[in-house]
């Protein structure tokens, strides 16, 4: 394979920035902010988002406290933003006798409501920089401006970067700017503010008609949230992973397999698919270094563009041209076992709860504070 000698380097990197965490453990606070499913009973307009189907299991809680418990660091589980937010303005968080505290921010969603306002991923690192304390991955400007797939997709192509048309519709307002789908383009309907194709289904990949405002209309509204429109792109779907240390590194390219549509150029992933126990999987992406090095430009560009940090996901569509396409962002990328980016570590010989570290020692190394 093609990559042998651009994996022993890159295995190398991250084994020596897991290493210095390792190193440090005693000195290692970890806090895991998550939300638990129960959270729907408070906020029955979660349930919309398939909110507690998203939320992670015990198990996976803790195979995370088990990854750094084993190496010496301190582990607690927050359960929610607002418990999170206590902890902080009580002094208890301060009050652990560890020098590197960090916050894994695993929070989806916000103090509305409804849970849905645009910039809700931004709380958790918001709060935590105003107390001083590092949360994983990246800032709150970064986390609410790719959490929402119009803004960030227009800044995108205005910059150069291989993306598709995107338009955006609101419920209460319609197309914004008054601009939809020329009548024959073939479009994807998605969530602005979600991730795991929350509010994709089936029927949201058609040819633009004279009906497609009524089609978009009824998918806002069933989500209950805007929606992006985006030019569908036929072709391998491929998931890259990106860490900082700060130096930008990329890891293998992941092509996700779909179980329904194998092989299939013009299949897509729902809300469902990631619901369901083994219709996703994975394998490497590998046609050659000049399309790796095509995708790996595209994604450090998308990442250094929309100023993320330490941790990143960017998703692609590969053309019948073999033209890397910007399809999605991932400002916290699952990092489940059976993540897509768990998948692209362990290409390079990293266990799961080595996969893990390597997230949060990113996390610190990106601001120098791993030494």
């Not at 030019?231 to 397999?257: H, K, R, S």
Request: net charge negative; glycine share 8%.
């Amino acid at each position: 394979m093609h990559t042998s000698i651009t994996d022993g380097r890159l295995r190398d990197k991250l084994v020596d920035v897991e290493r210095k965490l390792v190193d440090r453990a005693a000195d290692l606070a970890l806090f895991l902010a998550f939300d638990r499913p129960q959270r729907v009973v408070e906020r029955p307009g979660l349930e919309r988002a398939y909110f507690a189907q998203r939320c992670l299991s015990d198990a996976q809680i803790e195979q995370m406290i088990t990854a750094f418990r084993s190496i010496g660091a301190y582990v607690e589980l927050i359960e929610g933003d607002l418990h999170l937010m206590e902890a902080l303005a009580s002094g208890h968080l301060q009050s652990i006798d560890r020098e590197l505290k960090v916050i894994y921010g695993g929070i989806e969603g916000g103090i509305a409501p409804g849970g849905f306002e645009p910039g809700r991923k931004a709380l958790v690192p918001a709060v935590a920089d105003a107390y001083g304390v590092t949360c994983t991955n990246s800032n709150a400007y970064a986390c609410a401006l790719g959490r929402h797939k119009f803004h960030y997709f227009t800044i995108l192509r205005s910059l150069g970067v291989r993306a598709p048309r995107v338009w955006h519709y609101h419920p209460a307002e319609g197309w914004v700017q008054g601009m939809s789908p020329e009548q024959g383009t073939k479009v994807i309907v998605k969530s602005t503010y979600e991730s795991w194709a929350v509010g994709v289904t089936d029927d949201s990949v058609f040819v633009a008609d004279k009906h497609c405002g009524e089609r978009v209309a009824s998918i806002a509204e069933t989500i209950g949230q805007p929606v992006t429109v985006q030019e569908f792109v036929a072709g391998a779907e491929v998931c890259v992973p990106i860490l900082g240390l700060p130096e930008l590194v990329v890891t293998p390219p992941v092509e996700i397999i779909l179980a329904k549509a194998p092989g299939d150029a013009n299949s897509f992933m729902t809300v469902t698919d990631n619901l369901t126990q083994g219709e996703i999987g994975y394998r490497r992406f590998d046609r050659g270094a000049e399309l790796d090095e095509q995708l790996a430009g595209a994604a450090r560009a998308t990442f250094e563009i929309l100023e993320l940090k330490a941790f990143g996901r960017i998703d692609f569509r590969i053309d019948e041209r073999d033209r890397a396409w910007v399809i999605d962002v991932g400002v916290s990328p699952g990092t489940a076992r059976q993540s897509s980016a768990t998948f692209s570590l362990a290409q390079l010989g990293f266990d799961h709860a080595a996969f893990l570290r390597v997230v949060v020692a990113a996390t610190l190394a990106s601001r120098e504070a791993l030494t």
